[in-house]
């Protein structure tokens, strides 16, 4: 029996319930490179790693013990030399003779630990893969939640962007809306403004008429009254000479005053013609002053001119000399005796286009509220001051029409009690 388990190729060991062992075969004891007698009799654990004699007394003999056998077992056993050799263990418990007997075979698994290594280090790798994996997975989480709070903030952004769009569509809505209301509003009052042209035009053209029906009866009775006047529908007595005096003043006055509304109304019309020429300022001065000078003298007024030959307008010479007549009898008419009246002229220091005429005087002056607004037809500043001249109001307002109708302007300064100026500025002649 011994000398057939010695050729088993696997190994074979027997003991009995105390662990004493009763049987070793060849193949057993040469892997283990014991020598048989060396093993018999003594407990099996001296074959046994020691995992497997813990392993022994919790699971092996217990199970064996309880139902009689145990297959496939996995057991390190231990080499004389301390190698550790695995085997599947087989084995069966019976009775024999008068004792228990435990028979196991013992197959070595050399290739089962080189499976488990790898198993092992497959089992490290997977886990390692996994904990990469959940590194991963977490790094992955954790850009995905930056991911979406970026995309929210996109949205919020977005969100803002629209708000904005829209109130800006809002807006430029409004303002759309306003830009036409302006178109409208301009239209309409382009459409007021040609109405209001058409309508003064039409005011002037009233005028004029008006003012060459008035002037023939007006002449008539001028006429009748120096018939009068000359006795040639009888003698006149004093009273009545002086009431023909008066007769005739207003009468000259009615006259000089539809003349003026017809001149203003005629320029406002746009019926006046300008001969436009070199016009040297001094000339014009030279032929207006013998004009004045009786006036001059009467009040007893000092007269300087001082107008520089090589000062030549671009304008038409009996417009100067109207407008330069007309600021000449009001500097008159508007100084006291032993006043001043004074006519300045030379090249705009303002403007290299321009040329003007200057006529001040030491006289009354303008209140200042009123300084603006003499240009305007019909005002008097004070009429009961200026009584016995009786202007008509309309001189300045026609001379700044006339002034503007050549190109030029005319304003005044004035300052209450010192005197005034009054500058007709008029477009240069460049070709002197
Ligand atoms: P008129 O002299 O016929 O009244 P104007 O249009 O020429 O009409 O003048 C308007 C008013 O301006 C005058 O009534 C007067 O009150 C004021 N004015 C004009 N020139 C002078 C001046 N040189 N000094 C003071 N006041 C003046």
New binding site residues.
């Given amino acids: 029996m011994d000398e057939l388990l010695d050729l088993a190729p696997c190994g074979f060991v027997s003991f009995g319930d105390d662990g004493g062992m009763l049987t070793v075969n060849a193949n057993l004891t040469g892997r283990l490179g014991y020598d048989r007698d060396a093993l018999i009799g003594r407990h099996v654990e001296t074959i046994l790693a020691v995992g497997s004699r813990i392993f022994y007394h919790t699971h092996l003999f217990p199970l064996v013990r309880l139902h009689g056998k145990a297959e496939e077992i996995f057991m390190l056993l231990r080499a004389k030399d301390g190698e550790q050799v695995g085997v599947l263990c087989n084995a069966v418990r019976r009775e024999r003779g008068d004792r228990h007997v435990t028979d196991c075979v013992l197959m070595e698994v050399r290739e089962r630990r080189k499976f488990e290594d790898a198993l092992l280090q497959a089992k490290q790798e997977a886990e390692r893969a996994h904990q990469a994996l959940q590194a991963r997975t977490a790094e992955l989480e954790r850009a995905n939640g930056l991911l979406e709070s970026q995309a929210l903030e996109l949205e919020l952004q977005q969100q803002h962007l629209e708000d904005q769009a829209s109130e800006l569509t809002m807006q430029g809505e409004a303002l759309q809306s306003l830009n036409d209301e302006l178109l409208r509003r301009g239209a309409e009052l382009e459409q007021q403004r040609a109405a209001a042209d058409e309508a003064n035009q039409e005011k002037s053209r009233f005028l004029a008429v008006m003012s060459h029906e008035l002037r023939t009866p007006l002449n008539a009775i001028g006429g009748y009254v120096q018939l009068l006047d000359m006795g040639l529908h009888g003698s006149v007595t004093d009273a009545q000479r002086e009431a023909l005096g008066r007769i005739d003043r207003s009468q000259r006055h009615l006259l000089r005053l539809i003349n ?1 509304v017809l001149n203003l109304s005629r320029i406002e019309a746009g019926r006046v013609d300008y001969t436009v020429e070199s016009v040297g300022l001094a000339d014009v001065v030279a032929s207006v002053m013998p004009m004045m000078e009786p006036q001059i003298a009467a009040r007893g007024l000092l007269a300087e001119v001082s107008v520089p030959p090589a000062v030549i307008a671009r304008a038409d010479t009996e417009k100067v000399e109207q407008i330069l007549l ?2 000449l ?7 006291g005796a032993g006043g001043s009246v004074a006519v300045t002229g030379g090249n705009d220091t303002s403007s290299a286009e321009q040329v003007y005429l200057r ?1 001040s ?1 030491t ?4 209140p200042s509220d ?1 300084l603006d607004r ?2 305007e ?7 009961s ?2 009584r016995p ?11 700044r029409d006339l002034a503007r109708g050549m190109g030029g302007d005319l304003t ?1 300064e ?1 300052e209450l009690g010192r ?4 500058t007709l500025a008029l477009p240069k002649d460049s070709s002197t």
């Fill in positions: 003026d007309n600021l009898t009001n500097a008159v008419k508007f100084t006529v005087d006289g009354s002056g303008i009123f003499i240009f037809p019909f005002i008097q500043v004070d009429v001051a200026t001249s009786e202007g008509t109001g309309l001189g300045l307002a026609i001379s005044a004035s005197g005034s100026a009054f």
